[in-house]
């Protein structure tokens, strides 16, 4: 089964520095989002893509989040700095841009700021 | 008010049992309606996806979605320990380019041998 691809699956580091989060999309799909989730507010979309142009990211904190597609395969998710509050786990999940088509998730990746 | 409110439970039933999971909303421009399955440190997958209102049945697994009452269901029949799990809804106003899903925060289920 093709399966959507995110590393590291762990990250921990120290407040204030620089994380980056990847992800694979399943070869062929043309949209990707970005979601967080935390116990308190659950999954929350952050941001998508379609065609590697940026759709959405109302959902991103602006000032220290940044995120990416470089190439149809690869999508990036930047925190500079990185606070406390940023812990998460992180989702990637792909899809194809028609009616009916579901979302397809990675396994994440789980974010601790010390 | 959030837009999507699930119970988060967490439930317990014994295996066999007729699980019933719920979730309601708020904004009337949802159309397409989904119930995810995430097992603990894994990603959601899904399970049943749905369009305007009625029921749609997959094996041991029906969906039913109201929209005159805002409502969608999740029955799980002749439930499985295997079926443990946080059980997710969805929403979005468009399967096409536009599909923005909302979540409820999940309800945990568990399945006793």
């Known amino acids: 089964d093709a399966r959507v691809t995110q590393t590291p699956r762990h990250k921990v580091t120290e407040m204030g520095q620089e994380v980056t989060m990847r992800c694979q999309p399943i070869?062929?799909?043309?949209?990707v989002f970005w979601y967080r989730q935390t116990m308190m507010q659950g999954l929350e979309l952050l941001a998508y893509f379609r065609n590697r142009a940026p759709l959405d990211d109302s959902g991103m904190p602006k000032d220290r989040f940044s995120a990416e597609m470089p190439d149809a395969t690869l999508a990036t998710l930047k925190i500079q700095p990185s606070e406390p509050r940023d812990s998460a786990v992180y989702f990637c999940?792909?899809?194809?841009?028609?009616?009916?088509?579901?979302?397809?998730f990675g396994d994440g990746t789980r974010l601790s700021i010390l | 008010q959030k837009e999507v409110e699930q119970d988060p439970g967490p439930l317990s039933v014994p295996e066999g049992a007729i699980v019933s999971l719920n979730c309601t909303y708020s904004?009337?421009?949802?159309?397409?309606f989904m119930w995810y399955r995430q097992y603990s440190r894994k990603g959601p997958e899904l399970l049943m996806y749905?369009?305007?209102?009625g029921n749609k049945e997959d094996g041991r697994f029906t969906a039913q979605v109201d929209k005159s009452s805002k409502y969608i269901s999740l029955f799980i029949r002749d439930s499985q320990p295997s079926d443990s799990a946080t059980y997710l809804c969805?929403?979005?106003?468009?399967?096409?380019?536009?599909?923005?899903?909302?979540f409820g925060k999940g309800t945990l289920l568990t399945v006793n041998p």
């Open positions: 749905t369009y305007s209102s």
């Open positions: 969805a929403m979005s106003q468009s399967g096409g380019s536009n599909y923005k899903l909302t």
């Open positions: 999940a792909s899809g194809l841009a028609l009616r009916g088509q579901p979302q397809h």
């Open positions: 904004n009337s421009a949802f159309q397409y």
């Open positions: 070869l062929g799909h043309n949209t």
